[in-house]
């Protein structure tokens, strides 16, 4: 596609439960990134990858949070055991190469845990 | 830890006038240093990034403007239209460069 494309667009879950969202980057990006926002807070880092580098998983908020990147395009987050407080729209972005300063985001999912 | 922030959450400015949209920054490695547009229910939106040993960059209507004396970027939008209405992220790449950290973001209001 075009843009950064993200599924599903809203996600409704009971607290308990465990949730994988779906991020396809750009085609050709090597850099996809993930990113928390909360109502009416800024973007907080959760992990990024490049190529097939080790992720940089240094902003995940618990285990119970986790990500991969397939094939080094698609990629999942999961969350296990979510709790209330995981609420929030999680965007993802891509980007062509590290260090690129123009990353491109898609329009998020926005979780609510009940 | 990254710490960037915004001295004014909110900014109304009237259609046609200059809006400046200011933050602070702390961590003086980082390499480059970025505004984000994100109006609502979207993805944040890249506008214009301006690299450490800069201290003015000019874009379409936009000029961002970098002062490493006092770690302040300021982001400065002529004759503001009303889809300039959205929240402005200022972003910075770190130590790495390998990811962003964001500030809380100021919204931007144009009233007719």
């Known amino acids: 596609g075009a843009g950064v494309s993200q599924s599903p667009s809203n996600k409704v879950t009971e607290k308990g439960k465990d949730v994988e969202l779906r991020c396809d980057p750009i085609?050709?990006?090597?850099?996809l990134y993930w990113y928390r926002q909360s109502l009416g807070q800024g973007l907080e880092f959760l992990i990024y990858?490049?190529?097939?580098?080790?992720?940089?998983k240094s902003g995940l908020p618990s285990d119970r949070f986790s990500a991969e990147r397939t094939g080094g395009s698609v990629s999942t987050l999961t969350i296990q055991r979510t709790q209330q407080e995981d609420s929030a729209v999680y965007l993802c972005?891509?980007?062509?190469?590290?260090?690129?300063?123009?990353?491109?985001f898609g329009q998020g999912t926005r979780l609510t845990v009940v | 830890g990254e710490s960037v922030g915004l001295h004014l959450p909110t900014l109304s400015v009237q259609e046609g006038d200059n809006s400046i949209i200011n933050c602070a920054y702390s961590?003086?490695?980082?390499?480059?240093f970025i505004w984000y547009k994100q109006e609502s229910g979207k993805g944040p939106q890249f506008i214009i990034d301006?690299?450490?040993?800069?201290d003015k960059r000019q874009g379409q209507r936009v000029t961002v403007l970098l002062n490493k004396t006092v770690k302040h970027l300021s982001l400065q939008i002529a004759a503001t239209q009303p889809g300039d209405s959205a929240v402005y992220f200022c972003?910075?790449?770190?130590?790495?460069?390998?990811?962003?950290?964001f500030g809380t973001g100021t919204s931007l209001t144009v009233i007719p």
């Open positions: 972005a891509s980007s062509l190469s590290t260090g690129d300063t123009e990353a491109f």
């Open positions: 085609s050709g990006h090597t850099a």
């Open positions: 990858f490049q190529g097939n580098s080790a992720p940089d």
């Open positions: 961590n003086s490695a980082s390499d480059y």
């Open positions: 301006i690299r450490s040993n800069m």
């Open positions: 972003a910075e790449n770190g130590n790495t460069g390998n990811q962003f950290y």
